[in-house]
């Protein structure tokens, strides 16, 4: 779930906001049925006031996103081969937590694998400054 509108004001009139919701799988039954459902629990979450929220459009969108159904399995090597990496919510959850998390873990796979070339470098940069320091 997100809020858009909170990002890109023109996504929602003035003094509205957008909300999105995802949901693991394509559920059944009509649109109507499947907002009567989704706004119980936003209800659960934001109080009253959500009950009162317009659905505008429902998307049946199979495979929209990573299986997410229990049990979710996390921590999908980000590193696939030297210096082959992939990152997203595939890796982790189908979230955008399990996104940034992926990312995170795939930038400190990257800094590792870079460390060896990048002393290396700064190395041979040293040698090359006292080398002209001494001449």
Not at 30 to 58: H, Y
Not at 78 to 86: E, P, S
Not at 88 to 102: F, Y
Not at 107 to 127: F, T, Y
Request: charged share 25%.
């Amino acid at each position: 779930m997100c809020f858009p509108s909170n990002v890109a004001r023109s996504y929602a009139p003035d003094g509205k906001s957008l909300v999105s919701v995802s949901l693991i799988g394509v559920p059944s039954g009509t649109d109507e049925e499947i907002a009567a459902e989704v706004s119980k629990q936003l209800v659960g979450w934001f109080g009253a006031d959500a009950a009162t929220w317009r659905l505008l459009k429902v998307y049946r969108i199979a495979y929209c996103q990573p299986n997410g159904e229990p049990p979710s399995e996390r921590n999908k090597e980000v590193q696939l081969g030297d210096f082959l990496f992939v990152t997203g919510d595939h890796r982790e959850t189908a979230s955008l937590n399990g996104a940034l998390r992926s990312g995170v873990r795939c930038a400190d796979k990257v800094e590792d694998a870079m460390k060896p070339a990048l002393l290396r470098r700064s190395q041979v940069r040293i040698l090359t400054t006292n080398l002209r320091i001494e001449i």
